[in-house]
């Protein structure tokens, strides 16, 4: 999903960094001081994950994980992704930072959209809703992302149009991937963690217990 740099056009670029902007001031505000180490954590997940990666054309082909750091986060998947792509840029010169604005809009936004449209039916009781929401939070994300990259790459010129197919045919197995992973990982966390999925299974495990203390 990393575009590379001295490929995108400048009003490209300049709107990706302006979008970014109003996405991180969203998401900065959105971030509570309790969430920071559980965004931390999520960000050094996405950082090596997403450095395994196999080229596609300008772009590339890696997991992302953006659909699980949505449905836990929410707009506060904006900072956490930033910071992941900013370190590779520094570290690794991976992506680059004149993309950088691009690139996290293009892999936060969808994980903002899907995250929050899904996140009712990841905290639904009904059995086998929660693993579904899961699937589809996994895959949707990332072919959502592999929609904006071709979209960026078709607007910086028709000579993209090709390799802007490409990207998209090229991330469908990690779609597959992703998918399963976010699945067991919703799965996981409504079994032994359902507060991460839910603040108020937390508020309410809070409650509890100084119900039972004043008792």
């Not at 001295?6 to 991180?24: D, R």
């Not at 699980?68 to 900072?79: D, K, Q």
């Not at 792509?85 to 293009?106: E, I, M």
């Not at 839910?198 to 409650?207: C, I, L, N, T, V």
Request: contains cysteine; aromatic residues 6%; proline residues 6%.
């Amino acid at each position: 999903m990393h575009i590379s740099e001295g490929l995108m056009s400048a009003p490209v670029l300049a709107g990706g960094a302006a979008l970014t902007v109003i996405g991180l001031t969203i998401g900065l505000k959105s971030l509570r001081s309790e969430d920071i180490p559980r965004a931390s954590i999520l960000s050094a997940v996405f950082f090596v994950a997403s450095l395994i990666h196999v080229p596609v054309g300008p772009s590339s082909a890696h997991l992302v994980l953006n659909g699980l750091i949505g449905t836990i986060m929410g707009w506060a998947s904006f900072p956490i992704i930033f910071m992941g792509l900013l370190l590779q840029g520094l570290l690794f010169n991976f992506g680059g930072l004149t993309t950088l604005g691009l690139n996290t809009f293009n892999m936060a936004a969808p994980a903002v959209l899907v995250g929050i449209a899904l996140r009712p039916l990841v905290n639904s009781s009904m059995i086998g809703i929660a693993p579904l929401a899961g699937f589809l939070g996994g895959g949707l994300p990332v072919f959502l992302s592999a929609v904006l990259v071709a979209l960026s790459l078709y607007l910086t010129g028709e000579q993209f149009k090709l390799v802007a197919v490409q990207v998209i045919i090229g991330n469908f197995p990690v779609m597959i991937i992703e998918s399963i992973v976010v699945m067991f990982c919703i799965k996981f966390l409504k079994k032994v963690r359902p507060e991460i999925l839910d603040p108020r299974a937390a508020k309410g495990s809070s409650d509890g217990a100084l119900e039972g203390v004043s008792a």
